[in-house]
Structures are given as structure tokens and as C-alpha cells.
């Protein structure tokens, strides 16, 4: 299954929503899946830090994964195993 841009718009400023909304979404995959993988910008540094710290590790780089006006970014994959 394939789910989900992880994003908090606009509320910014309520600290901890994003950490709180990624952990609502780990806990209610126990049970359900074995493993969860996403997709995240290398450049996106605050995403990657927060997947990190829910216990996602990186296993890989597409190079130049997407393409942004004109600009190719490399995009980082990452697994958090739930068993
Ligand atoms: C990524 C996103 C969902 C995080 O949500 P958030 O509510 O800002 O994050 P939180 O306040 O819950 O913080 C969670 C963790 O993210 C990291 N983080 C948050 N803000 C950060 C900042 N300004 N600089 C560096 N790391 C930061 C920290 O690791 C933080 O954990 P900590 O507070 O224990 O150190 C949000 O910034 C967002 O919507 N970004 C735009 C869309 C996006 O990039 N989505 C990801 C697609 S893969």
C-alpha cells in the first residue's frame, strides 16, 4: 500500500503536531503492516530529522529523483520496521 504526503500547512508554529500526527500514524500500522517506506527529499532536512527520530533509517538515494524547475534533487528512501 502506498499512502500519504506527511504534511502539517500552515501550522507551523503548533510544535510537535507533525511528531505527533507521524506517531498516530506508526501506531495505528502495528498490526496491520510489517514495514513502513516513504520517500523524502535529501534536501528536506527537517522531514528527514523528524522520520529519524520515529526510528526511520535511510537504505537508499534515487540520484536526481525529482525534478523541480528544472533542478534535480536526489530523494532519500527510508524503512521503520514494525516486527
Ligand atoms: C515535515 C513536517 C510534517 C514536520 O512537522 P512539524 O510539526 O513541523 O514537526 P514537529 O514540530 O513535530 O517536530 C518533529 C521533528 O522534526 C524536526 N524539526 C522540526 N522543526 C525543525 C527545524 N526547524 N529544523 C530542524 N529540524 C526540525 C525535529 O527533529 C523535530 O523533533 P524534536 O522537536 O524532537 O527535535 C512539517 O514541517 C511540514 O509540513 N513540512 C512541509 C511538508 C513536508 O516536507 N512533508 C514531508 C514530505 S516527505
Do not use: H
Not at 30 to 44: D, M, P, Q, S
Amino acid at each position: 500500500m502506498r499512502a500519504v504526503v506527511f504534511e502539517t500547512p500552515g501550522i507551523e508554529n503548533l510544535k510537535g503536531i507533525g511528531k505527533a500526527l507521524l506517531r498516530k500514524t506508526v501506531e495505528g500500522c502495528r498490526g496491520k503492516f510489517e514495514i513502513i517506506v516513504l520517500e523524502v527529499l535529501a534536501t528536506n532536512t527537517v522531514a528527514k530529522r523528524l522520520y529519524q527520530s520515529m526510528g526511520f533509517r535511510t537504505y537508499g538515494v534515487l540520484p536526481g529523483g525529482v525534478k523541480r524547475a528544472d533542478r534535480y534533487i536526489d530523494v532519500e528512501l527510508m524503512y521503520l520496521r514494525l516486527v
